[in-house]
């Protein structure tokens, strides 16, 4: 796996992590507020929930991505594979 790839897959964790935070921690409050009858907060809007979760899914992203950058490329164990995690057939 090239540089190129390797920053692109490392963009991907960080992107999808920010969205996923986003989007669970969203879905959580409204939840919480339409099952369980809760009230919000004063001063708590679903853009503060958003924005508070988003920082935290960027954190865990970018601790995800520069772990993946950080691993050696050749952690293959000398094998080459392709994008379905199986062997290349050398002959």
Known sequence: MDNLQRAGIAT???VGSVAGFTASGLAGAFSDGY????ERKKGVTYQTIAKRNAVLGGV???VSAALFLAQPPKSLS???QNMRRMPNTIY
């Not at 099952?35 to 809760?38: D, E, I, K």
Request: proline share 0%; glycine share 24%; net charge positive.
């Open 12 to 14: 991907l964790v960080v």
């Open 35 to 38: 099952f369980l009858g809760r």
């Open 60 to 62: 865990v992203g970018a």
């Open 78 to 80: 000398g094998h080459r």
